[in-house]
């Protein structure tokens, strides 16, 4: 699935959770064997090499780095991106609780990158993006950050990333604390079990932040999942049980999910 390969974040309850790797890690049928569309099936083409797609889900907990910024509550989720050969650019977006800082009603990310083959089945890439919090009360300020992420995968089974955050905001629970290095590493993947399109699918990660001087200490934490996908066609949806440990909450102002499990359907055009 491009968005995953692009950016990072899953569209719902997918592997990782929550946002871009969206809605079908590693998804979109494109392991062969399922029933999902296959990748000339999917996406417009609009010109000479030029491909528009996107994708549109609905998940239980909008889950990302382990801990929730939908407060264990419903969020919709979109995707619209340009394929020029490799190289991408794109926006995706999804609600959010405002209730949880900074405040917004929106997450919106504008993304670009480009993905280099390595031989017919191994891919690397690099992109970047610009995270925005859309309206709400934002009476604390922009919480606003940008992020570069570099990626190494396996066909479309297997991906490892890491990415870096130069002004992550810095959280002590839900206070701010002001703005720091953020880095994280992750890695994901999926098995087909069965010819109809079902997968088992399972992801790990660390997320780590640097402390702002005296007033808060640095500190990471690891999270993860496991779970089941199926796919026909453009159809996809993901299942899954989702573990983050307990020091997320001192980094983030955002809970650990109380009910650890989630699902997501989505459709990608």
Do not use: K
């Not at 968005?3 to 049928?29: A, I, Q």
């Not at 606003?144 to 890491?162: E, N, P």
């Amino acid at each position: 699935m491009l968005v995953w390969l692009l950016t990072g974040r899953l569209l719902g309850g997918g592997l990782l959770g929550g946002g871009l790797l969206g809605g079908g890690l590693l998804g979109g049928g494109l392991l062969g064997g399922g029933q999902g569309a296959s990748a000339a099936d999917i996406g417009l083409e609009i010109g000479r090499n030029v491909i528009l797609g996107g994708e549109l889900a609905v998940t239980s907990n909008y889950l990302y780095h382990g801990v929730s910024e939908s407060d264990d509550h419903v969020a919709v989720q979109a995707d619209l991106h340009a394929d020029f050969s490799g190289t991408y650019v794109g926006v995706w977006s999804s609600t959010r609780d405002d209730t949880l800082d900074p405040y917004a009603d929106y997450d919106v990310e504008i993304y670009a990158g480009h993905r280099f083959a390595l031989g017919s089945e191994w891919s690397a890439g690099v992109d970047v993006l610009s995270h925005y919090f859309v309206g709400g009360n934002q009476d604390e300020g922009s919480a606003d950050y940008q992020q570069l992420r570099a990626s190494l995968g396996y066909l479309d089974r297997w991906t490892v990333s890491i990415g870096v955050i130069p002004n992550a905001v810095h959280y002590w629970f839900d206070e701010r604390a002001g703005r720091s290095l953020a880095w994280f590493g992750e890695t994901a993947g999926q098995y087909l079990l069965l010819d109809c399109g079902l997968f088992a699918t399972g992801g790990a990660g660390y997320y780590h932040a640097d402390g702002t001087g005296t007033l808060t200490r640095g500190g990471g934490y690891p999270y993860g999942n496991v779970g089941l996908a199926f796919e026909h066609r453009r159809w996809r949806g993901d299942v899954g049980y989702f573990v983050a440990q307990g020091t997320a909450r001192r980094l983030l102002p955002y809970p650990i999910p109380s009910d650890r499990f989630a699902g997501t359907l989505s459709w990608q055009f």
